[in-house]
């Protein structure tokens, strides 16, 4: 990057140049004009997918908060602000970097609003294991999380992962995290009061990503090497000591606003907190605390260097809150002031280099995408399972499945993360979804991610439903009910009209599913061009979800906790195949529609599991979800910690094809384990919520037996579930 | 009994330590800024774990310099109680004192779980509540757990009963293959010779309520609240064992 000039290569069009033309009336100089490419791109500007994603719903049982940074949700006077976010590209080309700043940049979204930050979670995507390039990207990624999560002392509780061909050249990683705050005192991402002083805070100013977010975010992928110069490097112990400082300078009232400078820096800093105070914001580059020397204008005002905020500071109180970084070993220094003008005005020794309207900039044009149903689906749709061999061996096809590296445990990732930090987390990754307790009002929270990319590839309308509906499912075992959501859509060019049918379709089912759960979307990300040389990814809208659970005694984890108990199912039999882990491992087809979702149904086998949790008559929950029903009661007897129950089914509706039975992954499935006493009760909540209910077995032993009308079908001991579960991951890793 | 939890730049355990003492031992405690040299009132200290300064260079080894080191040593040569917890652990080491040193874990990752130790010595004052060979389960989470000492090292720390604590299996077994980081003779804690500074790398502040899952931690901090108010006279707190 020697020619600034050059519009094309910091990513505008000629349409957009000709427009900044008209806005300033002359040439822009190069500092603006870099201003202008990364506060137009699609990772600031959200230029080709702000127009579908006003219509995701906004409200919800809980007050919304919205409009921010991240999002979030109002319970008991606690704000609870949460947001995913992508940093895939960063990622594939240096991986531990690229994973551990994404961890650090969604903790300073949080942090901003003056939330401490209290759990994250991440959801990954990686190509097949059998490329040793792919098995570098998943250590390289695990790495990075727990490099910087486990520093910075923020737990990291829950996620997903899952391998798939289609991410091969273009892994995701996608960070969520959650804080809290007094509802009354969160921070506002403003410049406010004229005279009042602009302060940069914490670390130093580099060469360091520059052009992160518009070179690398918003292209599609193709060579990676050259790029890696846009990579940012992290520093956890500098965050961990940032987000202390910042927490104890908001605390003396002395800050009008604050944001971090993330992607785009300096200028999206103070280009955003100008105009959405309605000010003016000036500045003078040589007071910014810098790393490296003979830097120019555009590069201080480019750089993602980590770790730094921009804060207003109330006129008068500069040294109160300096000495506050200061003692916090971060730089702390007064770069300009609030104007009235309405004028981003930067100065680099004394002289003018930056003048434009702080609204102008944010004002991206918005474009409406040409869309196109995709070719492809015409013939991945159909499936005709009499073409498809029943296997012969149901053990065996279970033994697979288990051992799949989508479906297998990833203890082996998330025992290198620090998960119980903060002494909160009541459940640990493992189970549905993770447990946070709120000490200050006696109530917890659950959190989950979830998207199922294959169903989405299939069919993304009723994919991104799936994924609501599954999060939410999720919740609902843990004994939470769903309050709010955070959406990372991840997908490819958006300029080519079949990818973006698949982004407008996921918006709309994103849509359709939170609406009728009464769940706002109170923050997001949107991630294009996430295409290599050999295609775009699947389209993967990923949710991260939040729910609420009023009595913190009353919570539930997935696995059979005693010897002899009932075994429910609470749903439909399963009956199709289309999108399933099945297909695909066994079969090694991608192919059919996703499974049929219907809310209502949805609505009541949740409520019902809700209801028994909140009653104290379950023992276990689980979801049941990529593998149908036979992995659900695998996962359920090997996947408590230290202690393994078995179960012998011989009432399960399997219909007349035992694989969709055993293996398809019809939705709206929840499995529970209860005390005999307790089976008739759960009927009843069942009854009254019009969900099917059925006793299918009962807890016990150290096998799982599966039998339908008499005959044995599955007859599998824990022990060897267990080590194929809980290996394969390390397994693959090792290549 | 008044705890002092010490906050180094990137202790990140220091307010789960002050919760502990706040709110489940109901007993006064202050954090204590690592610039501050002045430790009058306190009656324990508590060195939280954490990455004190990024844990760069080497684990605990930047921290050692902490101006309120210089005070910690006086006051635990002065017999008050000092606890060094994971980081904490690594900081006392680095400090000289307690022996030996930490290396990388064996497998060379990062290791966030629940292990079992066996309580190893029962007539410290942060053990006396415990029985003697109980097995406790505790989490750990780490990177440099592995704990090192040259042989005529360890026999002194075996000849004077300052293993305190060693990784186990659910029943109790000591062997290497329930040692999950690689540490010389299977510990996981050990007390100077006087008998007043413990170092610990599993974590007793995260198992100290029933509702995290385990209050395998809590005797320790009831044990050292026990011993003070036995010592000045007071009527020892009841606790949950």
């Known amino acids: 990057m020697t020619a600034v000039k050059n519009y094309e290569a910091l990513g505008l069009t000629d349409a957009e140049y000709q427009h900044i033309l008209g806005i300033l009336k002359r040439e822009p100089t190069p500092t603006e004009l870099a201003m202008f490419s990364v506060e137009w791109s699609e990772h600031c500007g959200y230029t080709h997918s702000k127009k579908l994603l006003q219509a995701l719903p906004k409200k919800g049982k809980y007050k919304a908060l919205i409009g921010e940074d991240s999002g979030g949700i109002v319970v008991g006077g606690l704000a609870i602000v949460f947001k995913m976010e992508s940093h895939n590209h960063p990622s594939q080309v240096e991986p531990k970097q690229g994973a551990a700043t994404g961890v650090g940049g969604i903790i300073r979204d949080i942090f901003t609003a003056g939330a401490r930050p209290i759990a994250l979670l991440d959801s990954l995507r990686f190509g097949e294991l059998k490329h040793p390039y792919n098995r570098y990207l998943l250590r390289g990624v695990v790495d990075g999380i727990q490099f910087y999560g486990n520093c910075v002392g923020v737990p990291t509780v829950g996620g997903e992962i899952y391998f798939d061909q289609s991410y091969n050249g273009n892994c995701l990683v996608n960070a969520m995290c959650i804080g809290i705050c007094p509802k009354d005192k969160l921070a506002r991402a403003r410049a406010t009061g004229v005279g009042n002083s602009i302060m940069y805070v914490g670390s130093t100013t580099g060469r360091d990503g520059i052009g992160g977010c518009s070179i690398l975010a918003s292209q599609e992928f193709k060579e990676c090497q050259d790029k890696r110069p846009t990579v940012q490097i992290g520093d956890p112990f500098t965050e961990k000591c940032l987000i202390e400082a910042t927490l104890e300078a908001l605390e003396t009232g002395h800050i009008a606003g604050i944001k971090d400078m993330g992607a785009a820096g300096l200028t999206c800093a103070t280009v955003e907190m100008a105009a959405a105070g309605n000010s003016g914001v000036e500045i003078e580059l040589q007071a910014v605390p810098r790393?490296?020397?003979?830097?120019?204008?555009?590069?201080?005002?480019?750089?993602?260097?980590?770790?730094?905020?921009?804060?207003?500071?109330?006129?008068?109180?500069?040294?109160?809150?300096?000495?506050?970084?200061?003692?916090?070993?971060?730089?702390?220094?007064?770069?300009?002031?609030?104007?009235?003008?309405?004028?981003?005005?930067?100065?680099?020794?004394?002289?003018?280099?930056?003048?434009?309207?702080?609204?102008?900039?944010?004002?991206?044009?918005?474009?409406?995408?040409?869309?196109?149903?995709?070719?492809?689906?015409?013939?991945?749709?159909?499936?005709?399972?009499?073409?498809?061999?029943?296997?012969?061996?149901?053990?065996?096809?279970?033994?697979?499945?288990?051992?799949?590296?989508?479906?297998?445990?990833?203890?082996?990732?998330?025992?290198?993360?620090?998960?119980?930090?903060?002494?909160?987390?009541?459940?640990?990754?493992?189970?549905?979804?993770?447990?946070?307790?709120?000490?200050?009002?006696?109530?917890?929270?659950?959190?989950?991610?979830?998207?199922?990319?294959?169903?989405?590839?299939?069919?993304?309308?009723?994919?991104?439903?799936?994924?609501?509906?599954?999060?939410?499912?999720?919740?609902?075992?843990?004994?939470?009910?769903?309050?709010?959501?955070?959406?990372?859509?991840?997908?490819?060019?958006?300029?080519?009209?079949?990818?973006?049918?698949?982004?407008?379709?996921?918006?709309?089912?994103?849509?359709?599913?939170?609406?009728?759960?009464?769940?706002?979307?109170?923050?997001?990300?949107?991630?294009?061009?996430?295409?290599?040389?050999?295609?775009?990814?699947?389209?993967?809208?990923?949710?991260?979800?939040?729910?609420?659970?009023?009595?913190?005694?009353?919570?539930?984890?997935?696995?059979?906790?005693?010897?002899?108990?009932?075994?429910?199912?609470?749903?439909?039999?399963?009956?199709?195949?289309?999108?399933?882990?099945?297909?695909?491992?066994?079969?090694?087809?991608?192919?059919?529609?996703?499974?049929?979702?219907?809310?209502?149904?949805?609505?009541?086998?949740?409520?019902?599991?809700?209801?028994?949790?909140?009653?104290?008559?379950?023992?276990?929950?689980?979801?049941?979800?990529?593998?149908?029903?036979?992995?659900?009661?695998?996962?359920?007897?090997?996947?408590?910690?230290?202690?393994?129950?078995?179960?012998?089914?011989?009432?399960?509706?399997?219909?007349?094809?035992?694989?969709?039975?055993?293996?398809?992954?019809?939705?709206?499935?929840?499995?529970?384990?209860?005390?005999?006493?307790s089976a008739a009760k759960i009927k009843a909540i069942a009854q009254k919520f019009k969900a099917p209910f059925k006793v299918i077995g009962v807890t016990g032993g150290a096998a799982l037996k599966i039998s339908h009308k008499g005959k044995e079908i599955i007859n599998a001991d824990l022990e060897k579930l267990s080590q194929e579960w809980r290996g394969a991951l390390e397994k693959h890793i090792q290549g | 009994m008044k705890f002092g939890v010490i906050v180094f730049p990137g202790s990140n355990c220091d307010q789960d330590c002050f919760y502990v003492a706040r709110d489940v031992l109901k007993q006064p405690v202050e954090y204590i800024w690592h610039k501050s040299a002045d430790l009058n009132g306190f009656d324990c200290l508590i060195l939280p774990g954490g990455f004190s300064y990024g844990d760069y260079l080497r684990c605990g080894a930047i921290a050692r310099f902490s101006p309120v080191m210089n005070s910690v040593i006086k006051f635990a040569e002065s017999g008050r109680l000092v606890i060094g917890i994971c980081n904490g652990f690594q900081i006392l080491l680095e400090a000289g004192l307690l022996p030996g040193a930490m290396l990388r874990n064996k497998n060379l990752h990062f290791i966030c779980k629940h292990v079992f130790v066996k309580l190893e010595n029962s007539s410290t004052p942060f053990t006396h509540l415990g029985s003697q060979g109980e097995v406790l389960r505790i989490p750990i989470a780490h990177n440099e757990g592995n704990y090192y000492i040259d042989r005529a090292g360890l026999k002194e720390l075996q000849d004077n009963r300052q293993i305190v604590f060693r990784y186990c299996g659910p029943q109790g077994q000591a062997s290497e293959e329930f040692c999950p980081n690689g540490a010389v003779d299977n510990i996981a804690g050990i007390i100077n010779k006087q008998g007043n500074v413990l170092g610990m790398m599993p974590h007793p502040e995260r198992c100290a309520e029933l509702a995290l899952g385990s209050v395998d931690g809590k005797f320790i901090f009831e044990s050292m609240v026990n011993r003070f108010i036995v010592g000045t006279g007071l009527k020892p707190v009841p606790t949950d064992r």
């Not at chain 1, 439909?572 to 192919?591: C, D, M, T």
């Open chain 1, 291 to 677: 790393r490296e020397e003979n830097m120019a204008p555009w590069e201080v005002m480019m750089s993602e260097s980590q770790e730094r905020m921009l804060v207003c500071v109330k006129k008068g109180n500069e040294k109160f809150v300096r000495d506050i970084f200061v003692k916090w070993g971060l730089n702390a220094s007064v770069i300009g002031k609030v104007t009235d003008d309405g004028i981003v005005r930067v100065r680099d020794k004394g002289e003018l280099v930056v003048e434009v309207s702080a609204q102008a900039l944010t004002r991206a044009p918005l474009y409406d995408v040409p869309f196109k149903k995709p070719e492809y689906l015409s013939h991945v749709r159909k499936l005709d399972l009499r073409s498809i061999k029943q296997p012969r061996d149901y053990n065996r096809a279970l033994l697979k499945l288990l051992g799949s590296v989508s479906i297998a445990s990833k203890e082996w990732v998330y025992r290198q993360y620090d998960h119980m930090v903060q002494a909160n987390t009541m459940v640990l990754p493992g189970s549905d979804a993770a447990v946070i307790r709120l000490r200050d009002v006696n109530k917890a929270i659950a959190a989950t991610c979830d998207c199922n990319s294959l169903y989405c590839y299939l069919n993304p309308l009723v994919g991104a439903q799936i994924a609501v509906a599954e999060a939410a499912r999720n919740l609902a075992c843990s004994g939470a009910t769903p309050a709010a959501v955070t959406d990372c859509l991840d997908f490819g060019n958006p300029k080519k009209p079949d990818r973006f049918w698949q982004f407008k379709k996921s918006v709309e089912g994103i849509s359709r599913s939170c609406r009728f759960f009464n769940i706002p979307v109170v923050s997001g990300n949107v991630s294009f061009y996430n295409e290599s040389p050999k295609g775009s990814i699947y389209p993967t809208p990923g949710i991260g979800m939040i729910g609420i659970i009023d009595d913190p005694e009353k919570i539930c984890t997935q696995y059979f906790k005693n010897q002899g108990e009932v075994v429910i199912l609470l749903g439909p039999a399963g009956r199709e195949l289309g999108g399933s882990r099945y297909l695909q491992e066994i079969h090694k087809l991608v192919k059919g529609d996703a499974p049929q979702l219907k809310l209502p149904l949805e609505k009541a086998v949740q409520k019902t599991a809700l209801e028994a949790i909140r009653k104290g008559l379950a023992s276990s929950a689980h979801d049941c979800s990529e593998g149908g029903l036979a992995v659900c009661l695998a996962e359920s007897c090997i996947s408590g910690k230290d202690n393994m129950i078995g179960a012998v089914i011989d009432d399960a509706p399997l219909g007349v094809r035992l694989d969709a039975g055993l293996f398809g992954e019809t939705q709206s499935r929840i499995i529970i384990s209860c005390p005999k006493s």
